[in-house]
């Protein structure tokens, strides 16, 4: 029996890591911000009547298998090593849950813990599998469970309240910016995957695989990333308007989208610097200020605005930036008065 406390290959551990280090500058705003106002995440857990995390937790303990050293021991081996990798000094559990369906999800408030469906299990080898576990439990390090729980409950109270014509787009206006917020989570929670298995090719197969299936040799990476490359640059304005219809109610970006961005990412030389010990640690997490996260954020954007080759966003990008230094300006008009 191996090591309890070590990776099975030579990846390298990254103590007392915070989530800052692979959240998306979108991502890493809201969730300082949440962070911020104290008693949030208590008063979220109170009020939210519509999850229970110890219900849950019975319900996948009778109809799925949890993993341990005796019952799906790979899987039970990855969940140790990326705690590990990424210093949690809990390891969430695992279920298994039968499911052709192929998706994971990390939930849970105080004890968070993750599903995997066995038609995920059937579809990624094991390193493909290792990025996904590294990918959730990065949703964990981050809280997102916790914040993404807001989403669900203004979701299920929009739906409530739709014959308020009112009161039904203010909600969806609302819901319309966390289903944003959570989309770049899980761009977040990409990079945290890769940095948990440490395969850069295994995290962009397995991002494929959800877009084609197993039939691996039936596809290609770089031809994949054309067609990122060629969805961003394709057609006129009409078509622009359509993506970002398209995008409306999903909480995930489109698989050309996930593989384009992290492979960006790593090629930034942030993947590396990461690896090299170069990054935010936890103990500073209480020093990260607000208005320096919302200026990443808003430069993050003018950045992706200024890259894409979309016509509709060269339409919107002028309006646009006049918004972001609209906002930059009150931003630091809050600055100062910290100061």
Known sequence: MRNMTTPDRNRVQLP???????????????????RSL?????????????????????????SAVRTTDTQ??????????????????????IYVQQDPKAYAMAIGFDEPFIIVSTGLLDLMDEEELRF????????????????????????RLATRV??????????????????????????????????????PDAALRALMKLAGGSRLHEMNIEAFLDQAREYDTAGDVRD?????????????????????????????GEYDRILAGDYPRREDDANARLTDEIKAAANSYRESWAQSQDPF?????????GAVNAGERIFNRFARREN
Do not use: C
């Open 38 to 62: 104290s008693g949030f995440d208590a008063v979220l857990k109170r009020t939210s009547g519509l999850f229970s995390e110890r219900r849950l937790r019975l319900m996948f303990l009778a």
């Open 162 to 199: 739709a014959w308020i014509p009112l009161g039904y787009i203010g909600l969806r206006v609302i819901v319309a910016a966390l289903e944003e917020w959570q989309r770049k989570a899980e761009m977040s929670a990409d990079r945290g995957g890769l940095i948990a298995g440490q395969d």
């Open 16 to 34: 007392g890591i915070s989530s800052r280090a692979y959240e998306h500058p979108a991502d890493r705003s809201a969730l300082v911000a949440m």
């Open 132 to 155: 996904v576990v590294g990918h959730e439990t990065s949703h964990i390090l981050s809280g997102h469970a916790v914040y993404g729980t807001m989403l669900a409950i203004l979701t």
């Open 240 to 268: 622009g308007l359509l993506k970002v219809l398209n995008m409306l109610g999903t909480t995930h970006p489109f698989a050309v989208t996930r593989v384009a961005e992290l492979d960006r990412w790593r090629r930034t």
């Open 72 to 93: 799906f021991r790979a899987l039970y081996d990855m969940g140790r090593d990326s705690a590990y990798i990424l210093d949690l000094h809990r390891i969430p559990e």
């Open 313 to 321: 966003i060269g339409v919107l990008r002028d309006v646009a930036e």
